[in-house]
């Protein structure tokens, strides 16, 4: 006989404890026990492969355990080991994409009117419970209205929006999270070791991140890299394996399109397809590597993304080289183009145009950010300069200087009509016979940006506003120039 097991069903928890991710449900549920509070039904939702049925297995097993403690079943008693292994004549599992009518819950109808046989509660556990038909949820609903007293049922789904609300509000709630990779990849490594299998960081961090937050997917892609590698599973192997591509592939289109280097896109690209590169692939995992760009960009924090170390010291270099306007611009073309691309009948070519235009847009806008934080420096240096001259005056005011008096009335005058102001080194500064205040329009040193109001961000006939907007416009139209032309 064939004692192969995989690694989901071997491992999968007998024990509250042993779930992970989940505390707050199995918390509940073992308090539940412990203070014999028991509904009669429970609705635990949440996506696949992240222990909904492996909970409701352990709550049943818990409740009719002789031995339990602290709301932990035995696993030693007959009644464990019976429901442990399938085969506990009060215990009903029942998949309701297969047995989805009314003839089904007819059945379950017809069960529940007897007396458990050996436990004290009967229980029904019925997966993927949105798939019934109205008539079977109707015929649900009459046990759920008036239960017998031993009766449990558990109800799990992973749709949880598409069960009638007269069921869900008869049921207690668990809405199950996804398994963060961390608690998945300790959960790898602890299996590893108990099968004697030498792993390394990467690769357990690979698995992890194809699990994709499901448990359960998680360990059935270890098995077939353990069936892959054998004993010792090794990271370039399994990249092959999988046939995944490299991050660094990612890392060079962007360091192109940082760049501008149109020609170097192109030829790289067309060596990837020659190596036999999915174009859908390289579709995503370029949106996701501006993603994380931008995220490690605008956070200056690369724990926000899901990566190895490496790859993370990797990030944080490669956040340096774009701004977040940048970033979002080029996120921006990747997702417009995405549905076009999705149904093009000449994807290649297609793509080949979205990463030219990202090259191009790249280098050819003036970054609009930096444009206006400059102007913005400008603005608070003059004001700030005006301000500091006024002190420095004041303080000689102070000292009775009737030089500096007159000085501070022009100095006074300027800041009011936000003339930027020369800074004032020392008292040898002030000459007693310093031009007189000039004409307004004669000493305006940037015309564009001082005039009366000018502070006022409000009037849109300020001509910092104005030149601002002017600018945008002139970058709007050739970005659609840019995107015509394509
Ligand atoms: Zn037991």
Redesign the pocket.
């Known amino acids: 006989m064939n004692e192969y097991k995989v690694s989901a069903l071997k491992y999968r928890p007998q024990r509250f404890d042993e779930v992970i991710s989940q505390e707050f449900a199995t918390q509940t549920l073992k308090n539940a026990i412990i203070s014999k509070k028991i509904a009669h039904s429970y609705l635990i939702s949440g996506p696949r492969g992240i222990g909904k049925t492996t909970i409701a297995r352990i709550f049943a097993?818990a409740l009719?355990?002789?031995?339990?403690k602290d709301g932990e079943?035995?696993?030693?008693?007959e009644?464990?080991?019976e429901i442990t292994s399938g085969i506990h004549p009060d215990i009903f599992e029942l998949d309701a994409a297969s047995n989805r009518g009314i003839d089904d819950v007819r059945a379950i109808q017809d069960a529940a009117k007897f007396y458990p046989v050996k436990a004290s509660y009967k229980f029904f556990i019925v997966d993927e419970v949105h798939m019934l038909t109205i008539q079977a949820f109707n015929a649900l609903l009459k046990i759920l209205e008036e239960p017998p007293p031993y009766l449990i049922f558990i109800l799990a789904t992973t749709n949880p929006e598409k069960i009638p609300p007269t069921i869900t509000s008869r049921c207690q709630k668990f809405n199950l999270q996804r398994i963060k990779l961390e608690d998945i990849s300790k959960r790898i490594l602890d299996i590893a070791k108990k099968e004697n299998i030498t792993i390394d960081e990467q690769s357990v961090f690979l698995i992890s991140k194809l699990g994709d937050g499901a448990l359960r997917d998680a360990l059935g892609i270890f098995d077939l890299a353990v069936s892959f590698c054998g004993t010792n599973i090794v990271y370039s192997e399994l990249k092959e394996f999988f046939n995944l591509p490299e991050k660094e592939i990612y890392f060079k289109a962007s360091d192109f399109i940082y760049r501008g280097d149109t020609k170097g896109i192109l030829e790289y690209f067309s060596d990837l397809l020659e190596r036999g590169f999915d174009l859908h692939t390289f579709y995503t995992g370029l949106t996701e590597h501006f993603r994380n760009i931008l995220i490690v960009s605008s956070t200056k924090d690369a724990n926000l993304i899901d990566e190895s170390d490496v790859i993370k010291t990797k990030y944080l270099e490669e956040s340096k080289k774009f701004t977040d306007g940048q970033l979002l611009r080029i996120l921006q073309i990747l997702f417009d183009d995405e549905q076009r691309f999705k149904f093009s009948a000449n994807q290649r070519i297609l793509l080949e145009a979205i990463l030219v235009e990202l090259c191009r847009i790249n280098k050819e806008v003036v970054d609009l950010e930096k444009l206006i934080s400059e102007l913005e420096e400008f603005k608070k240096k003059t004001s700030e300069q005006g301000l500091a001259n006024f002190k420095n005056v004041n303080s000689l005011q102070s000292k009775g200087n009737s030089e500096a008096t007159q000085l501070n009335q022009e100095i006074v005058y300027k800041i009011e009509h936000n003339f930027p102001e020369p800074k004032v080194e020392s008292v040898s500064d002030f000459s007693p016979k310093k031009e007189p205040i000039p004409e307004e329009k004669n000493n305006i040193t940037t015309p564009e940006v001082s005039t009366k109001n000018s502070d006022d961000f409000r009037n849109l006939d300020n001509p910092l506003i104005k030149k601002i907007k002017s600018m945008f416009d002139v970058e709007e139209e050739r970005i659609n120039n840019i995107r015509k032309s394509k």
Not at 64 to 68: D, T
Not at 73 to 77: K, M, Q, T
């Open positions: 097993k009719n355990c002789k031995n339990q079943p035995c696993n030693e008693c009644s464990c080991i």
